[in-house]
C-alpha cells in the first residue's frame, strides 16, 4: 500500500516504514544491551563467567564477589540479548566461547565490551550537548570524568596487542633508529602507555611525552617508574605552544590530533619540532572526508557520534576548529602537506582497524 503525505511529493511506502520501524525498535533494545555489556565488563562479569561452566546467579556472583541479586538482574538481561545461554531448568547461565571471544580483556582490542563504555561516557554530557545546538561554544574535558582512564585502558589494549611488534616496523627505518638511539616525542600523550612501552623496548632512544592534562602525565610518570625507565619523561604543556625546533629525529600523535583546538597550529610545531629527515608518525581515525564513503564502514556512526559528544566539542570548548573525528584522510593529507610534509604514506596495522597510520617527511 502507498500512503502519499500533504506536503512532501514523494509517495510514502508502509512497508518501507514498517522497516525502518523494525530496524528503529532494535536499536532501542541494543542500546539498552550496551550498558548491559559496559557493566559486564566494569564488574568482571564477563572475566569471571568466561572461566566458569554453566553455573547458578549464585555461584557466578559468589565467584565475581558480587550481590547476587544485581547479577541475577543483569544475567537475565544478557540472556534476553542473547550474549549468555540459560537452561531454564537448572537455573544456569554460561557464555559462550565465541562471545567470551568477543567480550573478555583477553580479547585485547577487540573486547567489545570494553567499548561499550564510551557509549555511557558520551551520554553523560548530553544535556550539555543539546544546550550547544542553541546556545554555541562546547563541553570541555571537565565534562568527562573518566575520559583519561577509558582512553588509557583502551588504547593500551591497542598498544601492547601491536605498538612494537606491528606498528613499529611498519614505518621504514623507525626499528633501527630506535635501536641506535633517537630523540623522540610524543603530542597528546594522554596517560602515556605508548611512550612507556617505545622506552622500555628501547633503552638507547630518549622519550618525551607531551599532554596538557595533569592527571594523564602524572599516570604516565606512575607507570615510567613502576617499570624501572630512565629514559621517559613527561611534561605538562599545550602542543600548539610547543615552542621547540628541530629537536627531534621522530615525533608521534596516537589520536591526538583531530581533537585539537588548534590542529594546523599544532601540526606546523611538529614540523618545526623535528630535526632535518625526521618521521612524523601521526596515527588518527580512519575515515574518509566524505560521509557518503564513510557511510558502509563498520562503526561509522559511532565515529560521529563521539565527534560531536567528545572530540568535537572539547575542541569548540577552547575556541578552537572542531575539526571532527571524521575529518578523513583527504584533510590529513592536505593538512599535513599545509604543514611542510611533503611526502606521506599511509599504512594500516591489523590489530587497530580504527586507525590509519601516516608517516610523514619533509625533504
Ligand atoms: C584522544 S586522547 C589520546 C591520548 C593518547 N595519545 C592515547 O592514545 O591514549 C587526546 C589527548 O590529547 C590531549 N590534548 C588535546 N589537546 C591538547 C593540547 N593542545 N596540548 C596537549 N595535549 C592535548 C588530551 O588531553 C588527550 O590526552
Not at 638507547?204 to 615510567?224: N, P, T
Not at 606521506?344 to 591489523?350: I, L, T
Request: glycine letters at 8%.
Amino acid at each position: 500500500m502507498t500512503i502519499t503525505t500533504d506536503t512532501p511529493t514523494a509517495p510514502v511506502e508502509s512497508a518501507a516504514i514498517e522497516e525502518f520501524a523494525g530496524r528503529m525498535l532494535g536499536v532501542f533494545n541494543d542500546s539498552a544491551l550496551c550498558l548491559l555489556l559496559s557493566v559486564g565488563h566494569q564488574t568482571g562479569l564477563f572475566d569471571t563467567m568466561a572461566t566458569l561452566s554453566p553455573s547458578t546467579s549464585v555461584e557466578i556472583a559468589a565467584a565475581a564477589g558480587l550481590h547476587e541479586r544485581y547479577v541475577r538482574e543483569w544475567l537475565d538481561g544478557v540472556t534476553a540479548g542473547r550474549v549468555v545461554e540459560h537452561d531454564p531448568a537448572r537455573s544456569t547461565y554460561w557464555l559462550p566461547a565465541e562471545h567470551a571471544a568477543c567480550l573478555t580483556t583477553a580479547a585485547g582490542p577487540g573486547n567489545f565490551a570494553r567499548m561499550m563504555q564510551l557509549v555511557p561516557l558520551l551520554a553523560q554530557v548530553e544535556s550539555d550537548v543539546v544546550r550547544c545546538f542553541t546556545e554555541g561554544g562546547g563541553v570541555g574535558y571537565e565534562g568527562f570524568p573518566r575520559f583519561h582512564a577509558l582512553m588509557n585502558e583502551d588504547s593500551t589494549a591497542t598498544h601492547d596487542a601491536g605498538l612494537i611488534d606491528a606498528v613499529v616496523p611498519a614505518v621504514p627505518g623507525l626499528h633501527d633508529r630506535l635501536t641506535a638511539g633517537a630523540a623522540v616525542a610524543d603530542v597528546g600523550c594522554g596517560s602515556g602507555h605508548a611512550v612507556n612501552l617505545l622506552a622500555r623496548a628501547y633503552p638507547a632512544s630518549r622519550f618525551v611525552g607531551f599532554d596538557f592534562a595533569a592527571e594523564a602525565i602524572d599516570a604516565a610518570r606512575a607507570e615510567a617508574v613502576a617499570w624501572g625507565l630512565d629514559n621517559a619523561e613527561f611534561v605538562v604543556r599545550d602542543i600548539a605552544e610547543l615552542g621547540v625546533s628541530e629537536e627531534y629525529d621522530v615525533v608521534t600523535a596516537f589520536d591526538a590530533i583531530h581533537d585539537q583546538a588548534h590542529p594546523a597550529r599544532v601540526l606546523a610545531q611538529v614540523a618545526t619540532a623535528l630535526k632535518p629527515g625526521g618521521t612524523f608518525l601521526m596515527v588518527d581515525i580512519k575515515a574518509s572526508s566524505h560521509v557518503h564513503e564513510n557511510i558502509d564502514q563498520p562503526g561509522s556512526t559511532f565515529l560521529y557520534t563521539v565527534s560531536l559528544m567528545h572530540c568535537m566539542t572539547v575542541s569548540l570548548a577552547q575556541g578552537g576548529d572542531g575539526l571532527g573525528t571524521a575529518w578523513g584522510r583527504q584533510t590529513a593529507e592536505r593538512m599535513l602537506a599545509e604543514a611542510g610534509f611533503n611526502h606521506v604514506e599511509v599504512r594500516e596495522v591489523a590489530h587497530d582497524m580504527f586507525n590509519s597510520y601516516y608517516v610523514a617527511t619533509r625533504s
